[in-house]
């Protein structure tokens, strides 16, 4: 029996540049989730509570956020919510190699983008999974 949904991607292009794009960004949140703390620990030569801070304010959105940003974004047009929050989350990870190269690469600054990105991807997923 064959699959439904590969025709669906293949015949709806809509669809498939949804599905495309959704492919990308859970590959980019799942590098994201362990990188954050890698360069944490290999780049700036954190401790094991630094890389604990920087894993857990990635997290630390779904635990404070999910709530509200299921009440605030119900009813929201889906696409008018996604691409932003995909948009503002790639643009907080685009900080950290232009933080590098600069030399102002530092704990703080990845506690901060983590938790933004992470706040980023709450608006994506609760709009995305309703």
């Known amino acids: 029996m064959r699959d439904p949904s590969a ?3 293949r015949d709806d ?3 498939a540049w949804y599905w495309f794009g959704q492919s990308v960004s859970s590959f980019g949140s799942q590098v994201t989730a362990m990188a954050l703390p890698l360069v944490t620990a290999v780049t700036l030569h ?5 890389v604990g801070w920087v894993a857990t304010a990635a997290m630390l959105p779904y635990l404070l956020f999910s709530l509200i940003a ?7 047009d889906a696409r008018k919510v996604m691409l932003p929050a995909n948009l503002f989350q790639g643009a907080a990870m685009a900080v950290v190699p232009i933080a ?3 030399g102002w690469l530092s704990v703080p600054l990845l506690v901060l983008l983590a938790f933004v990105a992470g706040c980023a991807a709450v608006c994506f997923g609760v709009v995305g999974f309703s």
């Open 7 to 9: 025709r669906l991607v």
């Open 13 to 15: 292009r809509s669809f």
């Open 46 to 50: 954190g401790t094991t509570a630094q």
């Open 70 to 76: 299921g009440h605030v974004l119900e009813g929201r």
């Open 100 to 102: 590098w190269l600069g």
